[in-house]
């Protein structure tokens, strides 16, 4: 029967944890969003956003595609993970400083994928950010920000 | 800092049912985290509170603790609302903005504002709340004057307190606001004639203040309404019809037997999934098999401004004529030096495009409804609400919370109807999340907009005479005519409800003209229900206008900036011209350019408006290069001159500048909804693209504060200008002409190949 639940192992932001589910298919973003862990969005479920994005060991992921059974025995890191209002990561204490949510939806997927890029090249080429950023989608039109903030996070300008 | 304080939470309505004793409430309209919500007791009530908008006590009460909780019906989509209401009523109050509590959007706490619509925030919203602080100012120096026997006019008020104008800060002179007034009610009408600050004097309002829900936005603190959640709450997912129109013959229940837990729900011809987890309700959703008739049917896609062109079922109006001749029509080409040009301009059906779809959560009994909702029309939606749930409309009570924005009304009515009547069927808390292929198939559309223009020109750069005819969905006259999908598919009384806003405004050219008309043949229906998307309608009438004005300059052989000069009276719309133009370095010489037929053709565009003739100017410069091989269109740059009279935040300003130009520039070169006979077939972000960081221009704004003159709207005039700058730098750069939208590649590389 379907009802039949599995436990998954995850390290989620440090901490060991396990999500219960019937299917070993659910997506990644469902069982985070479970936890209590909702920076991580839901936005098209197909991998064309970037409003999920996540870091699965150390990889910008989107979560809306990967399966819990994939994900079993990794290291996720989601916004939450990256930082707080308090101690924020210098991608989000950039983004703070230009302001550049508006909405903000997709500013949780923007602020992974630019801590990923930063992790790779931490001094990128505005080329190298609209590069790394071109998959995620924002529809406020807060891109010239978003730019000027992760310019800003990697020490240049700003 | 602390502006992302929550109000205490106001209790819901009282509730019989005792498993629901536990839920969280009120704070959700500004709270942030879950953790900051505070628990209802059984059986409270509404705390009463005045939520007549001609009453001061509905906009302002005047706290124990040193705040001042501030009341707006007008709400927050990101847009900057939550600074810019607090710097209106803190400069006014006397008060700083971090001890200012704000609730928005709240059917049982706000007034009613009316929606958050048409770039009317601060203009209208905004303007009540500064009368209402003026007026508050003014009984609280009077209760001063009083205590302290000393005129009004020698007291002031500032941080929160009254005190003595003149002298130093005298320690223990003043009077805290809440030592004056205490718990109790002002009972007071705003006062129109109350006294407003000279704006010279002016500490908050023209300051870039942060606004305060970006820290929490960053860090993943901000409970959207996709976030929120209920104790004892189900998740639904709506299954549509396969095509529009279509009736449900049929459902099989069993197909869904092996997911547990997972129930199918129908109401006539409205089918939904319920779950206790989100995952099953999604693989519910998508396993249950239902047999459906034939839709109603959909115009062939690539015929549709024919399709308009060619309803007889229509009623036609003259929006507009000025001038000497009264029908407006281009004379006869004479004097033999008239020249006379006729175009016409298409723009299709485009979809709002929220990054998250839409998402409700309902909590609905036999006699009482609360919905938390992202609309941005919780007061207007209140009445339609109760109408199709038959409650009183007393009874329901609308929360904003904001959610995945697009700046229009996308599909969170609907969503919360499809909670509100689920939540009805299963007795408990539903919340509803569309999917992606939900969003951008059933969200109301753009209506498409076709125009006609002619008009004549004299080689002086006179225009003699222009017309303008516009085929428009009558539903878009400016009542709430558009029915919401559940209330309808459940056969539900009265389902009206959606607002699809005035589009037929700027239709007619900015500049002096010897004739003018402006006719609409009004068409009976849309292809698809027609929704209010950003700026609604004007971006379309400007394109036509400005690209065909651009279009008789170049007919006269003239400058394009120096064209509109010629015909412009107004000094503000003369300033933001040169400003744009000083921007853009502009050299004076007709379009198109000396170099057209280059492989990567280099051209500049200019377009200029005076939103809805009384609100925002923007004039709007535009580089670009077209890749003639492909058409491809590389925009390069694009600067905006924007005067929208008073600045409150010119930050929070210059963000929505720069979110309307870039938003806009992605609907002109790639959005349009694509649909076949039965239904929308630009189902995900790869059939519906959207502007990607790669397309982004350098973008060099000016703002213009004026502050002696009332503030207007800043979140959708530069929306308006977009299209028409790009299509005019288009056409000097190759001398081919964009008049239907959006200029993709192959569509480009047609008008190049036709030069």
């Given amino acids: ?158 | 800092m602390s502006a992302g304080s929550a109000p205490l939470a106001a209790p819901l309505a009282a509730r019989a049912f005792t498993r629901r004793t536990m839920l969280k409430a009120g704070a959700l309209t500004v709270g942030f985290t879950l953790a900051s919500l505070q628990t209802r007791a059984e059986g409270a009530a509404p705390a009463p509170r005045m939520l007549d908008p001609n009453e001061l006590d509905s906009f302002l009460a005047v706290d124990g603790d040193g705040t001042v909780t501030l009341f707006c019906g007008k709400v927050d989509l990101g847009q900057g609302l939550r600074i810019a209401m607090r710097q209106i009523a803190g400069e006014e109050l006397g008060i700083g903005v971090d001890k200012i509590k704000y609730v928005e959007g709240d059917t049982a706490l706000t007034p009613d504002q009316g929606r958050t619509s048409g770039s009317n925030g601060i203009q209208r919203g905004g303007m009540q709340v500064r009368r209402a602080a003026a007026t508050a100012r003014e009984a609280l120096i009077a209760l001063a004057a009083q205590r302290l026997n000393i005129a009004p006019d020698d007291l002031v008020a500032a941080e929160g307190e009254v005190r003595p104008k003149n002298g130093p800060n005298n320690a223990g002179a003043g009077i805290r606001f809440a030592d004056l007034i205490g718990a109790r009610s002002f009972n007071l009408k705003l006062n129109p004639k109350a006294p407003l600050k000279n704006p010279a004097t002016y500490t908050l309002v023209g300051k870039p203040l942060p606004r305060p829900d970006v820290p929490a936005k960053c860090t993943g603190a901000f409970t959207y309404m996709q976030d929120f959640s209920l104790p004892d709450m189900v998740h639904a997912r709506v299954i549509r019809p396969p095509a529009i129109g279509a009736k449900l013959i049929a459902v099989d229940e069993a197909s869904i037997k092996d997911l547990s837990g997972a129930k199918v729900l129908r109401i006539k011809d409205f089918l939904a999934v319920v779950a206790d987890d989100e995952w099953t309700a999604v693989r519910a959703s998508r396993t249950l098999r239902a047999q459906w008739s034939a839709g109603s049917g959909l115009p062939e896609q690539d015929k549709l401004a024919a399709t308009l062109r060619a309803d007889r079922d229509i009623t036609d109006e003259v929006l507009l004529t000025r001038g000497q001749s009264a029908a407006g029509n281009p004379p006869e080409p004479n004097p033999s030096a008239t020249m006379t040009r006729s175009a016409s301009y298409f723009w299709p059906m485009q979809s709002h495009g929220s990054i998250g779809p839409s998402c409700a959560v309902a909590d609905v009994t036999d006699n009482s409804a609360t919905v938390w909702t992202a609309s941005q029309g919780t007061h207007g939606n209140r009445k339609t609400f109760a109408r199709f749930l038959g409650l009183p409309e007393e009874a329901v009570r609308l929360i904003y919370v904001e959610g995945a924005g697009c700046y229009g009304m996308n599909g969170h009515e609907d969503a919360a109807a499809d909670a509100a009547i689920l939540s009805r069927a299963v007795g408990r808390p539903v919340r509803v999340q569309w999917s992606r292929e939900d969003e951008h198939g059933w969200d109301p559309k753009g209506p498409p907009q076709l125009l006609d223009l002619s008009g004549a020109v004299d080689p002086s750069g006179r225009i003699l005479a222009w017309r303008t005819e516009m085929w428009l969905p009558q539903t878009t006259r400016g009542l709430p005519d558009v029915p919401l999908l559940a209330p309808a598919a459940a056969g539900l009384d009265d389902v009206r409800g959606l607002q699809p806003g005035l589009i037929s405004q700027n239709a007619d050219p900015p500049y002096a003209a010897d004739n003018v008309q402006v006719l609409v043949h009004w068409l009976k229906d849309a292809p698809l229900r027609p929704a209010p998307i950003r700026s609604p309608g004007k971006p379309a009438n400007c394109f036509a206008v400005e690209s065909f004005t651009d279009e008789l300059a170049a007919a006269a052989g003239l400058d394009p900036v120096e064209f509109r000069l010629r015909g412009l009276e107004d000094k503000r719309g003369v300033e933001v011209i040169r400003r744009a133009a000083a921007l853009m370095n502009w050299q004076s010489r007709p379009s198109p350019s000396p170099n057209p037929n280059a492989a990567l053709a280099h051209g500049r565009g200019f377009a200029y408006v005076h939103y809805k003739h009384s609100e925002s100017y923007v004039a709007m410069g535009m580089e670009v290069a077209v890749e003639r091989a492909s058409g491809r269109i590389k925009v390069e740059r694009v600067a905006c001159a924007f005067d929208c009279g008073q600045i409150i935040n010119p930050d929070g300003a210059r963000a929505q500048v720069e979110g309307s130009i870039l938003q806009t520039l992605s609907r002109a070169l790639m959005e349009e909804v694509r649909f076949d006979r039965a239904r929308v077939t630009s189902l995900d972000w790869a059939s519906y693209p959207i502007l990607r960081f790669p397309d982004v221009p350098k973008l060099d704004i000016v703002l213009i504060d004026r502050p002696t003159e009332p503030p207007v709207g800043a979140g959708e005039a530069a929306c308006t200008t977009v299209a028409a700058a790009l299509a005019n730098a288009v056409f000097d750069a190759t001398g081919a002409r964009q008049r239907t939208v959006p200029f993709t590649p192959e569509r480009v590389k047609a008008t190049l190949d036709g030069v």
């Fill in chain 1, 1 to 158: 029967m379907a009802s039949d639940t599995a436990s998954y192992r995850l390290r989620i932001n440090g901490v060991e944890q396990t999500i219960e589910s019937s299917d070993p298919d659910q997506p990644l973003l469902y069982g985070l969003r479970g936890l209590g862990l909702t920076a991580t969005k839901f936005g098209c479920g197909l991998g064309q956003c970037g409003a999920c994005s996540i870091l699965l060991d150390g990889r910008p992921t989107r979560s809306c595609l990967e399966t819990i059974a994939n994900a079993q025995g990794k290291s996720v890191v989601t916004l939450e993970g990256l930082g707080s209002v308090a101690a924020p990561h210098p991608v989000q204490a950039a983004f703070i400083k230009e302001q550049v949510p508006q909405c903000g939806y997709c500013t949780s997927g923007m602020i992974i994928s630019a801590a990923a890029l930063l992790a790779e090249k931490p001094k990128p080429t505005e080329d190298d950010i609209r590069t790394a950023l071109a998959a995620n989608l924002c529809r406020c039109g807060t891109h010239v920000r978003v730019i000027r903030a992760v310019m800003s996070a990697s020490g240049q300008g700003g």
